[in-house]
């Protein structure tokens, strides 16, 4: 394996730790630059970079027979997609096996078929993987929505076949919401995805996110590396991780079951790399399939600071054949609790994308904080890519330190120049509800922690003004 040339078709946070683990393996890292990204700052931790021409995404990461032929320009023995993108693209995974290259992810057969939510959900149940309630395949037409709704009760949820990541997803608790929201929800599939097929699902109230990270190797075997609670989300999207997850709290029985689960999704693929089985869990803790993301995760730092296990390392070892760290599930043992705080370029009351230029950038935290990132002062955040620009990680011997920890190491991040959502974070961290892990995926929306923002925000004006207005009273300048 050393000495192979590893291309990095990703950018940002997910390419700088990439980089890291290739170069700590013994491969060559290659990065990437664009036409609309010419100084990015992953390519200080790659040993070699070249020119992805194009514009936008579509002409660059998104490209495949352009990345081909960087391919057989560079020699390059194996990709890594990062997530996102290509990430989990069967064609493109397809495309380099007919190379001869090597795919730093699952086969394709297991991107196939977890990739589309209507066959994932269908070779859950015929592994005995509780699903949520639903339609076995994609429903055609209103009707057809409003008939399954009926059966099942409402609230259910209209959900993209092909979607990811928070979108192509709305809940609807009556016939007139259904006839209000198809056809949007199918031409957001479309623009988002390239493909209008809708699911219908009964939605869980007041649920939590929990996934199970997988691990597997070429050799049939396939590890559990526990779980993590992701239901503070904004627009189904997280904002807020954690690992193990409160909800589950001392509930060995549970975790062990539901992460057992998972490996045994996992096994009904013949999955051979790192990999995540997502869950919807009830107020009642039953749990139930959501989907499988077939790609690193975001969040995957906090499993490794609670476990040890190097995710990245040992994906990219599965992938060339290598044996993984460890040998036995019994070897992979939690230790201590982990948070991360995704830190968006976004308002913090709208969490609405905020592009614009740092013009300041500094760090001072307390022992034991990790922070994956790519900013730098003069970086200029640009509406082409995902607005998440860093993932502050903190480790403590329990979620009580952990806590602790990360508040300390929020204060002392200063990004200046952009908006970003550390006083959103701030106000969740010292919020009853959260402090306490009673939290689900309505957090945001019924606890409304962004109008805490506001009001200090209010306040923080006023008090400006107040000053202001005191010292041109005094005279000064």
Request: hydrophobic residues 40%.
């Amino acid at each position: 394996m050393k000495g192979k040339r590893v291309l990095i078709i990703n950018r940002g946070e997910i390419a700088i730790r990439v980089a890291k683990a290739l170069n700590e393996l013994g491969l060559v890292s290659v990065g990437v630059w664009t036409d609309n990204e010419t100084e990015p700052p992953h390519l200080e931790f790659c040993q070699e970079w070249v020119h992805l021409a194009g514009n936008n995404n579509k002409e660059t990461y998104l490209d495949i027979p352009k990345i081909m032929k960087l391919i057989d320009d560079y020699k390059i023995d194996g990709v890594h997609p990062g997530y996102g993108f290509l990430s989990e693209n069967r064609e493109f995974s397809e495309a380099l096996a007919k190379k001869g290259v090597t795919f730093i992810g699952p086969n394709p057969t297991a991107v196939y078929k977890m990739g589309a939510k209507d066959i994932s959900k269908q070779v859950a149940k015929e592994a005995g993987v509780p699903v949520v309630p639903g339609s076995t395949g994609e429903v055609p037409s209103v009707e057809e929505a409003i008939k399954l709704a009926n059966d099942m009760g409402y609230p259910i949820l209209l959900k993209a076949v092909a979607g990811g990541g928070g979108k192509g997803m709305r809940p609807c608790y009556s016939e007139e919401e259904i006839k209000a929201n198809f056809a949007a929800v199918q031409r957001e599939a479309l623009s988002g995805f390239g493909y209008a097929g809708l699911l219908v699902e009964k939605y869980i109230l007041n649920p939590h996110h929990i996934e199970v990270q997988i691990l597997a190797d070429k050799k049939g075997n396939v590890f559990h590396v526990f779980e993590r609670e992701c239901s503070v989300q904004r627009r189904h999207q997280k904002i807020i991780e954690e690992a193990p997850s409160p909800f589950i709290g001392t509930d060995e029985a549970l975790r062990k079951s539901i992460c057992e689960t998972a490996v045994k999704c996992a096994k009904a693929v013949n999955y051979d790399s790192a990999g995540t089985v997502e869950f919807i869990m009830g107020e009642d803790k039953k749990f139930y399939f959501l989907e499988m993301n077939t790609r690193i995760q975001v969040e995957h730092p906090i499993t490794e600071e609670i476990t040890g296990v190097d995710l990245v390392a040992n994906m990219i070892k599965a992938a060339f054949g290598e044996p993984l760290d460890f040998k036995t599930q019994d070897d992979i043992k939690i230790q201590g609790h982990a948070i991360e705080l995704r830190i968006c370029a976004e308002d913090p009351i709208s969490m609405l994308p905020a592009p614009g230029k740092i013009v300041g950038f500094e760090t001072t935290f307390p022992q034991g904080i990790r922070f994956d990132h790519c900013i730098y002062p003069k970086f200029t955040i640009t509406p082409d890519f995902d607005p998440m620009i860093g993932k502050l990680i903190a480790k403590g011997f329990n979620r009580e330190v952990a806590l602790r920890k990360v508040k300390s190491a929020l204060d002392g991040l200063i990004i200046d120049g952009i908006k970003t959502n550390i006083a959103l974070h701030r106000v969740i961290l010292n919020e009853e509800n959260f402090v306490k892990g009673h939290y689900s995926t309505n957090y945001i929306g019924t606890v409304k922690p962004q109008e805490k923002v506001a009001a200090k925000e209010d306040i923080k004006a006023f008090m400006l003004k107040v000053a202001a207005i005191e010292l041109n009273q005094a005279g000064g300048n």
